[in-house]
């Protein structure tokens, strides 16, 4: 058993991998602004956080590894800035904290899809979203050439769950790939968000992917 921190563990992906962690049995301490909406158990500690706070690398000390699926929310206005903001006080508390391994999750935007062209920059990517995922970009790109924190990033596959089209059934498995996006034939990939947390939690727990970008699909 081993100690993990979920932070925005209220979240689509977050309260996911809180769910998957927990019933693995580590210790999980959920970190979120609302902490009503965390899953009780006994194996779940419930911490109210603000990333942003002068005390928050003193609450990433002593976890195994920690898992970020911090997000604004896709619909805010100001989900660039705000994911930015946010992102980065994550990575200084790690830093500062000493978090052994500090698993990221971002967009699929930033996956290849060929030619050195990025997803995001393809003419469909919806513009919505945009933002929040140029933001996770720029997140990724800054971190590549770090080695002061121990940083690793998942790109979870273009079909995320039933919102983007795909499935929310379990069911245990899951190819990987890297920086490329993973394809179903000649249509984009997806998983659900249980299966993409079961990837997370097996990464989470051997810390696979150190200083790497990764991605993850049904």
């Known amino acids: 058993m081993k100690k993990f921190a979920v932070i925005g563990a209220t979240g689509y992906v977050g309260a996911a991998v809180v769910r998957e962690l927990a019933s693995r049995g580590h210790q999980v301490v959920a970190f979120a602004r609302n902490i009503d909406k965390v899953q009780a158990a006994g194996n779940i500690q419930a911490v109210q956080a603000d990333v942003l706070s002068a005390d928050f690398a003193e609450q990433l000390q ?32 790690a830093k500062t904290a000493k978090v052994p391994y500090l698993l990221i999750v971002g967009g699929a ?20 979203i945009y933002d929040g995922a140029n933001a996770a970009r720029h997140l990724l790109n800054d971190l590549q050439d770090r080695r002061d924190v121990n940083w690793a990033f998942i790109s979870p596959p273009a ?19 890297k920086d490329n996006l993973l394809m179903n034939g000649d249509v984009p990939a997806g998983i659900s968000v249980a299966d993409l947390a079961i990837a997370i939690a097996d990464d989470v727990e051997n810390h696979a992917h150190l200083h790497q970008r990764f991605t993850a699909a049904a």
């Open 62 to 93: 002593g976890f195994d590894g920690v898992v970020s699926a911090f997000n604004p929310g896709w619909t805010n206005p100001n989900i660039g800035a705000e994911f930015t903001q946010g992102a980065n006080a994550i990575v200084s508390a």
């Open 159 to 177: 079909m995320l769950g039933a919102d983007a089209g795909y499935s929310e059934e379990r069911t245990g498995e899951y190819r990987l790939g």
């Open 109 to 128: 935007g930033s996956l290849y899809v060929g030619d050195g062209v990025q997803l995001i920059d393809t003419p469909d990517f919806p513009k919505e």
